[in-house]
């Protein structure tokens, strides 16, 4: 104690009422995962016909640890050559085996995937946090099993399609070409290869080139459950290789998660083409709280719903609307909140924000820190220490923000609040409408039939009510206007990738 | 023969609840079958598109909260009110080229059509619906809700049934829409417009506009307030890559259908309804 107290301490609680102590409260000794059990290779080829291959131009990148700037390994650059190869050997596949497969036989395959992936569940997720820079607890206890989640519920759907789809007889639709963010590495990797192989696709994807560690884990795992060659094929680069999948004629299906400029490229490059495409974009998702909610448990929420996974979340609920009356005390509780989120290493089990996931991207909030200022907002960040190398950002709030500055309306991908008040539900909605994009939203309220009302006046994909960011495999997720076409997740995230005849 | 002359119907738009002539003050003309004068019909620009656009986005919220039991009466009603008024189709559809089997074999279609979908207003929620068993103490549903306002090039060789068959699964599902109409055969529209002008559906649910295809084309896929194009006919490649371009410009949905034979079962479904309705998943807490 005595030595916590010789310690200068610059937070002080906002509100005389304030119980909290942080100086001497909240110390933690360090928690790390050990990664010993983990076993990195020096560099990773391509996985393609179920072999691993050397990339044509023999070109590798290397992939660094976000929250020490350590090379953590290279991955292959795969390039036109490579991706034509990777095609070639799904479309093989599919003609193949795959196809002759009967449906039961495949829909166990993918159920031995999800069973592999809770064996090796520890590892992923150290893995995940090592590469991406994500608290170990949030890979641990979302991202991995939540992966294997999605191959269970998959894999049952793989001889039960013809339920799906009254009145239609479906079809595979041949090789679809997957690209995935670098936010939830093999989570995004999970939506997409699951449902793809459950209704008869073979796969070719590109993981995201900061994070395609545990892609290449997985192309392993592939091997290991013993799936035929060419059905899963992983190919790693950055843009470009994304690119060249898109453009490539034999692909008969595109599904992108990342930025909704990406996406429009993508939507874009596709024109004129019959190609089906799935686009998981961008998000503003607005946090509406009522005056009669509980406030703890919706601060709570709040918490969760923007600084989960250092904001890096397409429907982070990144704007709070507050109902005016109680506005001054939810600012007071978030700021005392944020005091005690700790920044750090990702594999401490302490940690609640790890590291931004890359250089650029560390650039990139920092920009639009210092825009929010510009724009005449007031920032508010917690006074927490985070380490010397690496990329942190603290936890940030902005208030007194308009609906037309450019850190309400854009999407910043990172751990940066905007809050606003309202007076009444018709205010609160009209401005949780009022961005281009229409991905998710949050209602807190202590009464039923407002969540209802409220919820069907957002335009967005997903209303959660007294939660946020919870995610489960039957439950369709995608977006509203700009936000993205079609929906990944429970029995509508079968149509992504069906001809229904 | 009575020696009277017939007073003749001015043609105009469908926009807002009311039938505006084009802003530009611009026309072509519109020919029967014989290559004889009909009429003069509105040669709409992007100012009509765009005014179109405003009254379809206005009428969004109301139609679109409307009941589906409503909306159900309504599509219905648009059904009674053609009965009323086939004898002004079997004449324009006579002028055209139908004979008067076929006119009338189009116009029954198109009633029936509208029935059709007045009974699937209050059913494909239960049928594309779901309720997801999620391992938390939640209640998560999903349902479907209209994506919007639509832009929709219709048929261009089906004037009467094809232009219904578009219209009503996308009004069906509490979209609101601009239509482009048959640019050869436009005058059923029209009238259709009257039908709808009729029949209690609210002004600027359907937005009607006559015109020259080539020049629309563009608004019809790049205005940023639109959420979804559709089109049935096959078109050239040079046109299709620019509606999929610019509609990349705000994401907009585009659907393409191919249907040459608007009397082909699949050429009506539930599924057109679908193709205009976004999935929201609520999650709902569950406790004391």
Same mark, same amino acid.
């Given at each position: 104690?005595?030595?916590?107290?010789?310690?200068?301490?610059?937070?002080?609680?906002?509100?005389?009422?304030?119980?909290?102590?942080?100086?001497?409260?909240?110390?933690?000794?360090?928690?790390?995962?050990?990664?010993?059990?983990?076993?990195?290779?020096?560099?990773?080829?391509?996985?393609?016909?179920?072999?691993?291959?050397?990339?044509?131009?023999?070109?590798?990148?290397?992939?660094?640890?976000?929250?020490?700037?350590?090379?953590?390994?290279?991955?292959?650059?795969?390039?036109?050559?490579?991706?034509?190869?990777?095609?070639?050997?799904?479309?093989?596949?599919?003609?193949?085996?795959?196809?002759?497969?009967?449906?039961?036989?495949?829909?166990?395959?993918?159920?031995?995937?999800?069973?592999?992936?809770?064996?090796?569940?520890?590892?992923?997720?150290?893995?995940?946090?090592?590469?991406?820079?994500?608290?170990?607890?949030?890979?641990?206890?979302?991202?991995?099993?939540?992966?294997?989640?999605?191959?269970?519920?998959?894999?049952?759907?793989?001889?039960?399609?013809?339920?799906?789809?009254?009145?239609?007889?479906?079809?595979?639709?041949?090789?679809?070409?997957?690209?995935?963010?670098?936010?939830?590495?093999?989570?995004?990797?999970?939506?997409?290869?699951?449902?793809?192989?459950?209704?008869?696709?073979?796969?070719?994807?590109?993981?995201?080139?900061?994070?395609?560690?545990?892609?290449?884990?997985?192309?392993?795992?592939?091997?290991?459950?013993?799936?035929?060659?060419?059905?899963?094929?992983?190919?790693?680069?950055?843009?470009?290789?994304?690119?060249?999948?898109?453009?490539?004629?034999?692909?008969?299906?595109?599904?992108?998660?990342?930025?909704?400029?990406?996406?429009?490229?993508?939507?874009?490059?596709?024109?004129?083409?019959?190609?089906?495409?799935?686009?998981?974009?961008?998000?503003?998702?607005?946090?509406?709280?009522?005056?009669?909610?509980?406030?703890?448990?919706?601060?709570?929420?709040?918490?969760?719903?923007?600084?989960?996974?250092?904001?890096?979340?397409?429907?982070?609920?990144?704007?709070?609307?507050?109902?005016?009356?109680?506005?001054?005390?939810?600012?007071?509780?978030?700021?005392?909140?944020?005091?005690?989120?700790?920044?750090?290493?990702?594999?401490?089990?302490?940690?609640?924000?790890?590291?931004?996931?890359?250089?650029?991207?560390?650039?990139?909030?920092?920009?639009?820190?210092?825009?929010?200022?510009?724009?005449?907002?007031?920032?508010?960040?917690?006074?927490?220490?985070?380490?010397?190398?690496?990329?942190?950002?603290?936890?940030?709030?902005?208030?007194?923000?308009?609906?037309?500055?450019?850190?309400?309306?854009?999407?910043?991908?990172?751990?940066?609040?905007?809050?606003?008040?309202?007076?009444?539900?018709?205010?609160?909605?009209?401005?949780?409408?009022?961005?281009?994009?229409?991905?998710?939203?949050?209602?807190?309220?202590?009464?039923?039939?407002?969540?209802?009302?409220?919820?069907?006046?957002?335009?967005?994909?997903?209303?959660?009510?007294?939660?946020?960011?919870?995610?489960?495999?039957? &439950?369709?997720?995608?977006?509203?206007?700009? &936000?993205?076409?079609?929906?990944?997740?429970?029995?509508?995230?079968?149509?992504?990738?069906?001809?229904?005849? | 023969?009575?020696?009277?002359?017939?007073?003749?119907?001015?043609?105009?738009?469908?926009?807002?609840?009311?039938?505006?002539?084009?802003?530009?003050?611009?026309?072509?003309?519109?020919?029967?079958?014989?290559?004889?004068?009909?009429?003069?019909?509105?040669?709409?620009?992007?100012?009509?598109?765009?005014?179109?656009?405003?009254?379809?986005?206005?009428?969004?919220?109301?139609?679109?909260?409307?009941?589906?039991?409503?909306?159900?009466?309504?599509?219905?009603?648009?059904?009674?009110?053609?009965?009323?008024?086939?004898?002004?189709?079997?004449?324009?559809?006579?002028?055209?080229?139908?004979?008067?089997?076929?006119?009338?074999?189009?116009?029954?279609?198109?009633?029936?059509?509208?029935?059709?979908?007045?009974?699937?207003?209050?059913?494909?929620?239960?049928?594309?619906? &779901?309720?997801?068993?999620?391992?938390?103490?939640?209640?998560?549903?999903?349902?479907?809700?209209?994506?919007?306002?639509?832009?929709?090039?219709?048929?261009?060789?089906?004037?009467?049934?094809?232009?219904?068959?578009?219209?009503?699964?996308?009004?069906?599902?509490?979209?609101?829409?601009?239509?482009?109409?048959?640019?050869?055969?436009?005058?059923?529209?029209?009238?259709?417009?009257?039908?709808?002008?009729?029949?209690?559906?609210?002004?600027?649910?359907?937005?009607?506009?006559?015109?020259?295809?080539?020049?629309?084309?563009?608004?019809?896929?790049?205005?940023?307030?639109?959420?979804?194009?559709?089109?049935?006919?096959?078109?050239?490649?040079?046109?299709?890559?620019?509606?999929?371009?610019?509609?990349?410009?705000?994401?907009?949905?585009?659907?393409?259908?191919?249907?040459?034979?608007?009397?082909?079962?699949?050429?009506?479904?539930?599924?057109?309804?679908?193709?205009?309705?976004?999935?929201?998943?609520?999650?709902?807490?569950?406790?004391?």
């Amino acid at each position: 104690m005595s030595e916590t107290k010789t310690k200068e301490t610059t937070y002080k609680p906002t509100s005389p009422n304030s119980k909290l102590d942080f100086a001497s409260l909240w110390e933690y000794s360090a928690a790390p995962e050990s990664s010993a059990n983990l076993e990195i290779k020096e560099k990773y080829d391509l996985f393609i016909g179920g072999k691993f291959v050397k990339p044509s131009k023999d070109r590798y990148f290397k992939s660094v640890n976000p929250s020490s700037n350590e090379e953590v390994t290279q991955f292959a650059e795969a390039t036109q050559k490579d991706v034509d190869k990777a095609v070639k050997a799904a479309r093989k596949a599919f003609k193949g085996e795959w196809s002759d497969l009967n449906p039961s036989s495949r829909g166990k395959y993918i159920y031995r995937i999800a069973r592999m992936l809770q064996e090796r569940a520890r590892e992923f997720a150290i893995a995940e946090s090592i590469d991406g820079g994500k608290p170990i607890r949030e890979s641990r206890d979302v991202d991995i099993p939540l992966a294997a989640a999605y191959f269970f519920y998959y894999a049952g759907w793989a001889d039960k399609l013809e339920y799906a789809f009254p009145g239609k007889k479906p079809e595979a639709l041949g090789v679809c070409g997957q690209i995935i963010p670098w936010n939830f590495p093999l989570l995004m990797l999970a939506w997409k290869i699951a449902p793809a192989l459950a209704c008869g696709n073979t796969v070719v994807l590109k993981p995201a080139e900061t994070t395609s560690l545990t892609a290449m884990m997985f192309a392993e795992l592939v091997k290991d459950a013993g799936l035929p060659d060419g059905v899963v094929n992983i190919v790693t680069g950055a843009g470009q290789t994304g690119a060249e999948i898109v453009n490539h004629k034999d692909t008969d299906k595109i599904a992108f998660t990342g930025s909704t400029n990406v996406g429009k490229i993508i939507q874009k490059s596709l024109a004129g083409t019959d190609k089906k495409y799935t686009l998981e974009l961008g998000g503003k998702g607005a946090l509406i709280l009522f005056e009669d909610a509980p406030i703890d448990q919706a601060v709570e929420g709040i918490i969760n719903a923007i600084y989960f996974n250092q904001g890096h979340v397409c429907c982070a609920g990144s704007r709070l609307l507050v109902q005016e009356n109680i506005a001054d005390k939810v600012i007071m509780k978030l700021k005392d909140r944020l005091e005690t989120l700790i920044v750090g290493d990702p594999l401490d089990k302490n940690t609640d924000i790890g590291a931004i996931n890359s250089k650029e991207q560390f650039d990139r909030v920092n920009t639009y820190l210092e825009l929010g200022v510009e724009e005449g907002a007031e920032v508010y960040q917690s006074k927490c220490s985070v380490p010397e190398n690496g990329y942190f950002i603290r936890p940030t709030l902005f208030t007194n923000v308009s609906q037309s500055n450019r850190v309400v309306q854009e999407e910043i991908f990172g751990p940066v609040l905007t809050v606003q008040s309202f007076r009444t539900a018709d205010e609160a909605i009209e401005k949780a409408n009022n961005t281009p994009f229409g991905l998710a939203g949050g209602v807190w309220t202590d009464k039923g039939s407002k969540i209802f009302k409220v919820g069907s006046a957002l335009r967005s994909g997903v209303v959660w009510a007294n939660t946020y960011n919870k995610f489960d495999p039957t &439950s369709p997720f995608g977006g509203y206007k700009e &936000s993205g076409v079609g929906r990944e997740g429970g029995l509508h995230g079968l149509s992504a990738y069906l001809n229904l005849k | 023969m009575s020696d009277r002359i017939e007073v003749q119907k001015t043609y105009k738009t469908y926009v807002g609840g009311s039938f505006p002539r084009s802003e530009s003050g611009h026309y072509y003309k519109v020919f029967d079958s014989e290559g004889d004068f009909l009429a003069n019909a509105c040669r709409c620009t992007r100012k009509d598109f765009r005014d179109a656009v405003l009254a379809a986005r206005a009428a969004f919220k109301g139609w679109s909260s409307r009941t589906a039991y409503n909306k159900g009466q309504i599509l219905y009603r648009i059904g009674e009110m053609m009965e009323n008024r086939r004898d002004q189709f079997v004449k324009e559809l006579g002028q055209i080229g139908f004979t008067k089997e076929e006119a009338n074999a189009d116009i029954n279609a198109s009633i029936d059509r509208l029935i059709y979908y007045a009974g699937w207003t209050d059913k494909y929620q239960q049928v594309f619906g &779901s309720v997801n068993p999620v391992a938390s103490a939640h209640f998560n549903f999903s349902i479907l809700e209209p994506t919007g306002v639509v832009s929709v090039l219709a048929p261009e060789n089906s004037p009467l049934l094809g232009l219904v068959s578009v219209i009503a699964p996308i009004i069906a599902g509490g979209n609101t829409c601009i239509v482009h109409a048959s640019e050869q055969y436009p005058l059923p529209s029209i009238s259709f417009a009257e039908v709808l002008n009729s029949s209690d559906v609210p002004g600027g649910v359907v937005n009607i506009l006559t015109g020259i295809r080539s020049e629309l084309v563009e608004h019809f896929s790049s205005h940023m307030d639109v959420n979804s194009i559709l089109y049935t006919d096959k078109i050239d490649k040079e046109t299709k890559v620019k509606i999929d371009e610019l509609a990349s410009n705000n994401i907009k949905r585009v659907v393409k259908k191919n249907i040459t034979d608007w009397y082909e079962k699949d050429s009506a479904s539930p599924y057109f309804v679908v193709d205009f309705q976004e999935t929201k998943t609520t999650w709902h807490p569950v406790g004391f």
